[in-house]
Structure formats: C-alpha cells, structure tokens
Nanobody
C-alpha cells in the first residue's frame, strides 16, 4: 500500500504565499508523475500542476507565473509553492502520485486533500 501525507494548507490573505507538501510512503518500486489538483464544491476537480520523474512541468493557465511545482525524489515528496494567491485559488487541494508497484503495474494514488483559503 501507498500513503500520501499532505501538509501546508491554511488561511492566507490575498497576495500571500503558501507551500504545500505531499510525502509518499509505502511499498512501491518508483514514483512516476506527481501532481496537484484542486476542487471547489459543485465543480470538477482540476489539474493545477504536474511534474514528471525527470522534472518536466505542466501548469494550469490560471496559475502560470504564480505557482511552482517541484519534487525531491530522495524524499518521495512533491511541493507546490503558491505565490500571489487570489481568492479564486480557494479550494481543497489534492496530491496525486503515480507509483510503479511492479514491473508491469502502475497505480494512481490520491491524498486526502488539504484546504486552502484565500481571504482578507
């Protein structure tokens, strides 16, 4: 089994910053893509940012230039640095990790979600 532990959410004023972390642990051979998604009530979960095992990144247009995704492979951890936060960034943020559990099998694992609220 693979577990993801997210941290770093909370309440921040507009223009402020937060850094989310997601650490993976458990039984797996390697970690492939890692990413962050977000969801607000009544809407579909959307991709915020993703990073491949070799460090290629992809961002939603709404966060480009403000958010930065990174990973520490030695710690099996992915980060999301969020700067210049806006009220519309308020959402539950979910970590997603693709892990290789056998030579032939990959699994997608989700974190439990962490709340980010941007408000004055």
């Amino acid at each position: 089994q693979v577990q993801l532990v997210e941290s770093g959410g909370g309440l921040v004023q507009p223009g402020g910053s937060l850094r989310l972390s997601c650490a993976a642990s458990g039984n797996f051979l390697s970690i492939n893509d890692m990413g962050w998604y977000r969801q607000v009530p009544g809407k579909q979960r959307e991709l915020v940012a993703a990073i491949t095992s070799v460090g290629s990144t992809n961002y939603a247009d709404s966060v480009k230039g403000r958010f930065t995704i990174s990973r520490d492979n030695a710690k099996n951890t992915v980060y999301l640095q969020m700067n210049s936060l806006k009220p519309e960034d308020t959402a539950d943020y979910y970590c997603n990790v693709w892990v290789r559990v056998t030579t032939w099998e990959r699994n997608s694992v989700w974190g439990q979600g962490i709340q980010v609220t941007v408000s004055s």
